[in-house]
């Protein structure tokens, strides 16, 4: 019989299984197209951190939401060993994500000829912004270092 631990790898294992399984389908389905349904994925993943996380959007700047995001993933999530997030710029946001536990799905993806595009981090900072600020966003960065299991994102309010 498992152990805990491992239960709770094996789970991840699962996830992992389920986010590369329906990145894939899309993508298959609609190739660049799928892109677009970011918007609508982040919207669903901020929508549940705010239910269930009791994350708070009105009256927060922006920064401080951001700040809380991160924390939320690393403190409370424990899906990253390091999250740093920037408004760095009227219209940009940065991104560094160190030791994410979806890494190798984004990993597979590439390898597979697919723009990871379900990331919850990007995808949730982005639906936040774009709630509280009332502006579009675009992703215009999405760099893997899978050797320092790193990730560099950024999007742009548009």
Not at 29 to 57: D, P, Q
Not at 66 to 89: C, H, N, P, S, Y
């Amino acid at each position: 019989m498992a152990t805990e631990e491992e239960k709770k790898r094996n789970l991840a294992r699962i996830n992992a299984m389920i986010i590369y399984g329906l990145e894939k389908g899309l993508w298959d389905l609609f190739g660049e197209s799928a892109l677009a349904t970011t918007n609508t994925v982040g919207k669903g993943m901020l929508e549940i951190l705010e239910k269930t996380m009791g994350l708070e959007i009105a009256g927060e700047d922006a920064q401080d939401i951001l700040t809380e995001i991160g924390r939320l993933f690393v403190d409370e999530f424990g899906i990253a060993a390091r999250f740093d997030i920037e408004q760095t710029g009227d219209d940009e946001v940065d991104f560094i994500v160190e030791h994410c536990v979806l890494l190798r799905v984004e990993k597979d993806l590439i390898e597979a000829g697919i723009k990871p595009f379900v990331c919850p981090y990007l995808n949730i900072a982005a639906a936040a912004l774009r709630q509280r600020l009332g502006s579009k966003t675009k992703i215009s960065r999405f760099d893997i270092d899978v050797e320092n299991h790193r990730c560099d994102l950024q999007f742009k309010m548009i």
